[in-house]
């Protein structure tokens, strides 16, 4: 048995605890249903289930991906509003300084 039909293996397990229907246990029964597949040979089994599972790895990074992005967006926002509260504590320190120097 390869090494990526080992991952393949322990992800199925991982998956089976969830009772959910995402794209990776979709892509799970696939490769269940291609295991059954009788007519195809063991190299082609192989190939398909390569394939599958190379196509559950980029659809999880495409959602660590999302995932990071939507995290840079707040990110950025936090920023925003961080430089502009800057802004008004050093008008407010100003206005202060001139208050307290004209008294």
Known sequence: MSEESQKY???????????VDTPEVEIIK?????????????EAKELYLNYLT???????QKKLFEDQNKFNKQLISTNRNLVKATWVLALVTIGLALITYFR
Do not use: G, R
């Open 30 to 42: 696939a490769c269940q249903f291609v295991e059954l597949q009788t007519h195809l040979t063991s």
């Open 9 to 19: 293996d322990m992800s199925k397990i991982e998956l089976q605890k969830y009772n």
């Open 54 to 60: 190379n196509l559950l790895h980029l659809k999880q």
